[in-house]
T-cell receptor, first 114, second 119 residues
Framework: DTEVTQTPKHLVMGMTNKKSLKCEQH?????MYWYKQKAKKPPELMFVYSYEKLSINESVPSRFSPECPNSSLLNLHLHALQPEDSALYLC?????????????FGNGTRLTVT | AQTVTQSQPEMSVQEAETVTLSCTYD???????LFWYKQPPSRQMILVIRQEAYKQQNATENRFSVNFQKAAKSFSLKISDSQLGDTAMYFCAFMKHVIDLEYGNKLVFGAGTILRVKS
């Protein structure tokens, strides 16, 4: 069982739709991450939130909009996506108490843009 | 910038045998952390093992162990007594040590190695 919960597991959306991905953790972690992963490729970092503040944006297009309403919740709002945005979107979290702590990943949301 | 290289796109091993996955990295940092993650078809990224660069002793976790060669910037993963459940994509990853915890530390992944365990 994963301690980082992502919903939905699968999402199909058209290019004109607006949708949101949700990530939740109750481990008290203060750093949360969004990664994008194409098939048989490594995850690519998109955003990092630390203490509910955006600390890293890896030059992600504005059609992806992250939000961290509180320390347990991370959202990724999607609007006007392109077919090439189809991928597995992974959320991860990390404690702030240990500088060598690894990332804990969720099961991901499989996104298909039609 | 840090880079992580996994030179074996795919590997196969018979059940109960031992296999070694290779990983090299390039960094000018002296203090950093290395990880191996596995991603089975269920797609969750699972931490297998981690190593602190300041520790000379190689990390071990049950059937999993690493050969960490800091001077050579090499970090290989050895899986002993391979099991069918070990079938997955394995990623080597690097994280530099950053004192400012607000920064959020990036994790840099290698391209991955697909490991298939055969019965």
């Amino acid at each position: 069982d994963t301690e980082v919960t992502q919903t939905p597991k699968h999402l199909v959306m058209g290019m004109t739709n607006k949708k949101s991905l949700k990530c939740e953790q109750h481990m008290g972690h203060r750093a949360m991450y969004w990664y994008k992963q194409k098939a048989k490729k490594p995850p690519e970092l998109m955003f990092v939130y630390s203490y509910e503040k955006l600390s890293i944006n890896e030059s992600v297009p504005s059609r992806f909009s992250p939000e961290c309403p509180n320390s347990s919740l991370l959202n990724l709002h999607l609007h006007a996506l392109q077919p090439e945005d189809s991928a597995l979107y992974l959320c991860a979290s990390r404690p702030d108490v240990s500088y060598n702590s690894p990332l804990h990943f969720g099961n991901g949301t499989r996104l298909t843009v039609t | 910038a840090q880079t992580v290289t996994q030179s074996q796109p795919e590997m196969s091993v018979q059940e109960a045998e031992t296999v070694t996955l290779s990983c090299t990295y390039d960094t000018s940092e002296s203090n950093y952390y290395l990880f191996w993650y596995k991603q089975p078809p269920s797609r969750q990224m699972i931490l297998v093992i981690r190593q602190e660069a300041y520790k000379q002793q190689n990390a071990t976790e049950n059937r999993f162990s690493v050969n960490f060669q800091k001077a050579a910037k090499s970090f290989s993963l050895k899986i002993s007594d391979s099991q069918l459940g070990d079938t997955a994509m394995y990623f080597c990853a690097f994280m530099k040590h950053v004192i400012d915890l607000e920064y959020g530390n990036k994790l840099v992944f290698g391209a991955g190695t697909i490991l298939r365990v055969k019965s």
